[in-house]
């Protein structure tokens, strides 16, 4: 079972993509960023278009330290972006 993390996001994004990917552990954007859950996941997935520019660079760095791949969202649409996410975890599983 991955251990994927999602950072950022408005709350109306992460309120519907949530009940999509019920295995994905979504951190409300306000929240701080945990070094040891970044550490602990098997990918953290970025939603840049709703974060403090602070966590970014906080989140981004402790992945490169850590070896944890980092991922993007490319839209703004949460049916989209589940999909992207999907997609992206059939292609790692194989």
Known sequence: ??????FGG??????????KLPTIRFVDRTAIPN??????ADAVW???NA?????FHKIVDEAKKSGI??????????IKCAEQLAQEDKKTAK
């Not at 070094?35 to 602990?40: D, Q, V």
């Not at 791949?69 to 949460?78: C, E, L, N």
């Open 10 to 19: 408005h709350e109306s994004w992460v309120k519907e993509i949530k009940h």
């Open 51 to 55: 974060m403090c520019h602070s966590h």
């Open 35 to 40: 070094a040891n859950m970044i550490r602990n």
């Open 1 to 6: 079972d991955s251990r994927i993390i999602v």
């Open 46 to 48: 970025i939603q840049a």
């Open 69 to 78: 791949p980092i991922r993007y969202f490319s839209f703004a649409s949460p």
